[in-house]
């Protein structure tokens, strides 16, 4: 094989190998800048649990003491009645009535607030889940970029989805720049493919292309 289109051919293989690690680091830079975002989201979300239950509490709490109050007026309300004679007594069971409806309400109501806590303790337990698979997550990403030659040497993220946004900020710069240095190196592949072409061919090529360049070299020294 001629000598230039050996050394094409060793440029078109040196070009590939950049891009493949291009394409990954660019995988990885997207699974951190998930990961970043999602921990922020669910750092959120379950930043609001504590406030939700204590509001739910307060809410049980003040729904108990009205549904005290209320059995007990229906108590007496079903005492008035029992007592009642001629036309007190519809007044009366009309009065019976309403404090039984009020004692249905506020049973409702803490059928609802059940149902609302039971809800909110399951979602916790799922974005919590959620939080430890994003952990193990961004371990995995963080040996991955470890292993790379051209990133710079990043800490793994501390414990808990705090530690998963700051670790992330940092690696997602660390990538960036690891990147760059790629493109460089390919951009400079490109170029010494190029000055190959015009040696070659007489004149400039101007792609951005390693593989026309070696096809065109090809068709020029068959």
């Known amino acids: 094989m001629d000598a230039r289109l050996a050394f094409a051919v060793e440029l078109e293989q040196r070009d590939a190998t950049v891009a493949e690690r291009i394409d990954a680091l660019a995988a990885s830079g997207s699974d951190v800048e998930r990961m970043r975002r999602r921990a922020a989201e669910l750092q959120s ?10 509001h739910l509490d307060d809410a049980a709490a003040e729904s108990a003491r009205a549904l005290e109050s209320a059995n007990a007026a229906l108590i007496e309300a079903d005492a008035v009645l029992a007592r009642a004679r001629g036309d007190a007594r519809e007044a009366a069971r009309l009065a019976a009535s309403r404090a039984a409806a009020a004692v249905r309400a506020e049973e409702e109501r803490q059928e609802r607030l059940a149902r609302r806590r039971a809800a909110l303790e399951q ?9 430890a698979g994003l952990e193990r ?5 963080a040996a991955r ?10 800490a793994a993220p501390e ?10 900020a940092r690696a997602q710069a660390a990538v960036l ?4 240095g790629l493109e460089s190196e390919r951009e400079r592949i490109v170029r010494e493919a190029n000055e190959l072409a015009a ?3 007489g004149e400039p090529l101007y792609t951005a292309s ?4 070696r096809r065109r070299l090809e068709q020029a020294l068959a």
Do not use: C, F, M, Y
């Not at 916790?124 to 939080?131: C, D, H, N």
């Not at 970029?145 to 990043?154: D, F, I, K, P, Y």
């Not at 390693?210 to 360049?213: G, K, T």
């Open 45 to 54: 979300l379950l930043g609001r649990v504590p406030a939700e239950r204590a």
């Open 210 to 213: 390693v593989a026309l360049v």
């Open 177 to 180: 720049v690891a990147r760059g």
């Open 123 to 131: 979602e916790t337990g799922q974005l919590g889940a959620e939080a």
């Open 137 to 141: 997550q961004a371990r995995e990403v």
């Open 145 to 154: 970029l470890a292993e790379s030659a051209r990133v710079s040497a990043t």
């Open 159 to 168: 414990p808990g989805l705090a530690g998963i946004v700051a670790w992330g």
């Open 199 to 201: 040696s070659v061919l």
